[in-house]
């Protein structure tokens, strides 16, 4: 089979080429390399996949140039996003440009084509959630009475450029399904993790603070560090695409929440610090700022309607998968240079 990842040379896409790679299928990557790290991936990926890896420079907005690459595509994974919230706030139509406008071209390109789409939207559509009780406990917030988390039935509610583009583009995707008969798949995801993540301050938070603590490098934490997410490991994500895939006559026009789930929760510093402490054998200072415009206090993922419809749950635990990232900068300091 032949695919098209669009944003592929970045942390999600780089690890699913490869993995697709190295189940006989021929993979094409369309990115702009405009995001730090996305060059070394790319040089990694023409390293361990070879032959089967094609590669195309181009911006997700070049609407020409998606379509070509599209061409012969079964299946697109569509990755290529502005995906900071405070990127969005200063410069909202770039946002726009690239997250809604770079989608619907890759949903024309595949309409052209007849190809599936997979999209990774993200929990930010559903806002705040400020109608959603929650309790705050000495180290974490947490759900008043929701112990599976967030199900795809919470109501849509765009907060912050970033959000109302990445909304957009979702329901572009899942009207396409309808008006079209495009098979297409949307991933509402949490908070993703692992290796070959060049995270930052605005994005990828997990990486951000291994890199961060690994190289003596400043930490701030907005908020009170009490906010809880749902960490996923990349390699249980991209399990969850390929089942997606495989199952497509059952998945095709549906959303998933997909997210490490109730298991594999942590507060971003109350808990996380701890464990991050505890691995490196020392202390980490952080410094704390305001709390940054639509952050949720907690965000947890319901992931029983990808168990029940495609037969995927999480296996790997947040301490294994966070111990994985670690060692993994620790061995690749020269990368972050």
Not at 216 to 243: C, M, N, S, W
Request: glycine fraction near 10%; include cysteine.
């Amino acid at each position: 089979m032949r695919v098209l990842i669009t944003g592929g040379a970045g942390f999600i896409g780089c690890n699913l080429a490869r993995h697709l790679a190295s189940r006989g299928h021929q993979v094409h990557v369309l990115d702009s390399l405009a995001r730090p790290g996305s060059e070394r991936n790319l040089a990694w990926l023409r390293e361990t996949v070879g032959a089967a890896l094609t590669f195309t420079q181009a911006d997700v907005r070049d609407a020409a140039a998606v379509t070509a690459a599209a061409a012969g595509a079964d299946a697109i994974f569509h990755f290529a996003a502005q995906v900071a919230v405070t990127s969005s706030v200063v410069d909202p139509v770039y946002d726009f440009e690239v997250n809604a406008r770079g989608t619907l071209n890759v949903l024309e390109a595949a309409r052209r084509h007849g190809s599936a789409v997979f999209y990774t939207s993200t929990n930010k559509v559903y806002g705040g959630m400020e109608d959603v009780p929650i309790v705050e406990l000495p180290t974490r917030y947490a759900y008043a009475d929701l112990p599976w988390g967030i199900s795809e039935q919470q109501p849509l509610d765009f907060h912050s450029p970033y959000g109302c583009s990445k909304g957009a583009a979702d329901q572009y995707v899942r009207d396409y399904a309808r008006i079209y008969g495009l098979r297409t798949v949307v991933f509402r995801m949490s908070c993703i993790y692992g290796e070959r993540q060049f995270g930052n301050e605005d994005q990828g938070w997990v990486a951000h603070f291994l890199i961060a603590a690994v190289l003596g490098r400043p930490i701030t934490i907005y908020g009170d560090g009490k906010q809880v997410r749902d960490l996923l490991h990349v390699d249980d994500l991209v399990r969850a695409f390929e089942l997606a895939w495989e199952r497509l006559d059952t998945t095709a026009g549906r959303v998933y929440n997909i997210g490490g789930g109730p298991a594999n929760t942590l507060a971003i510093w109350a808990e996380f610090g701890p464990l991050l402490e505890e691995l490196l054998g020392r202390p980490v200072p952080v410094s704390y700022g305001p709390w940054r415009p639509g952050d949720q206090r907690v965000y947890i993922t319901d992931v029983r309607r990808a168990a029940a419809e495609f037969g995927w749950q999480p296996t790997i635990s947040a301490r294994e998968g966070v111990t994985r990232l670690l060692r993994w900068v620790q061995a690749n300091r020269e990368l972050f240079t």
